[in-house]
């Protein structure tokens, strides 16, 4: 058993480098003239338009804010700020009239909880949907904004934030993409803002996830990269097995959504 439990030091420019050739290879495969961003004001989307930017230019990245009714003022503020700073263009679709449309027509109530998922959900799927939009009408490519510690317990919509063209920083757990963000030059307000997918009013990350970032990407490299058990990884954090084997629980639960939908083979 490890002596201790913490995720590698990143070496900031040769991971920053590795994602710059990244970004530039699958525009160019694509014959893509640029790409589009969905900007939130988090530490996800900011990082991944700073790293876009110096990869192709601003004048080949066009973010989009989406705010709902209930999204926080001052993550609007922090998105603005940021494509201002990185001088692209940002256009700004409130999405609440749209998907208010989507739950009349469909009978969704707000206040039934059976209806908080799907409610929650289509949020999510209609940003992707005006994402996809503006990327069909420029030739863009649509650029995922989700991380490696998200992305392995399903902590993402299928066909929403979860459906993009790429993903420049999905091998990145969540506390390392804190770290790049503040090396790339964000502030530190932005860098270590709490997460929040923000598809219902005061939506928090910590509201769907048993641990902080900090343990849950522990747990996660413990059980992925170091291959611990979860008792082993229970006795090195200090954390309940229990809390240990429901994070095992999510990675099998949301398996189908890491994957391409399944068919029958040829032959």
Do not use: W
Request: aromatic share 8%.
């Amino acid at each position: 058993m490890k002596s201790e439990l913490s995720l590698p030091h990143l070496d900031y420019e040769e991971t920053t480098k590795k994602i710059y050739q990244f970004i530039k290879r699958i525009v160019t495969e694509a014959n893509a003239a640029g790409v589009v961003i969905g900007l939130s004001g988090g530490v996800d989307s900011s990082l991944v338009a700073v790293l876009c930017v110096n990869a192709l230019g601003n004048e080949k990245v066009l973010g989009v804010m989406m705010p709902a009714s209930f999204t926080p003022k001052n993550d609007i503020e922090d998105a603005k700020q940021i494509a201002g700073t990185l001088g692209i263009q940002v256009l700004d679709v409130n999405i609440q009239t749209i998907c208010d449309q989507f739950f009349k027509d469909l009978g969704v109530a707000e206040t039934e909880m059976k209806h908080k998922l799907p409610r929650a959900n289509i949020y999510a799927r209609v940003r992707m949907i005006i994402l996809y939009y503006y990327a069909n009408l420029r030739n863009y490519l649509v650029v995922g904004t989700s991380d490696r510690s998200e992305a392995l317990i399903g902590f993402f919509t299928k066909n929403g934030d979860g459906g993009a063209d790429f993903f420049p920083i999905r091998h990145l757990y969540k506390t390392q993409v804190r770290e790049l963000a503040q090396f790339v030059g964000l502030s530190t307000k932005v860098a270590l803002k709490p997460s929040s997918p923000q598809l219902y009013p005061g939506h928090q990350a910590t509201d769907e996830i048993p641990l902080n970032y900090d343990d849950l990407d522990r747990v996660l490299f413990g059980l992925f990269e170091q291959k611990l058990t979860p008792q082993e990884i229970s006795s090195l954090i200090g954390r309940p097995i229990e809390t240990i084997e429901e994070i095992m629980q999510r990675f099998n639960a949301t398996k189908h959504k890491r994957k391409a939908p399944p068919t029958i083979q040829k032959g």
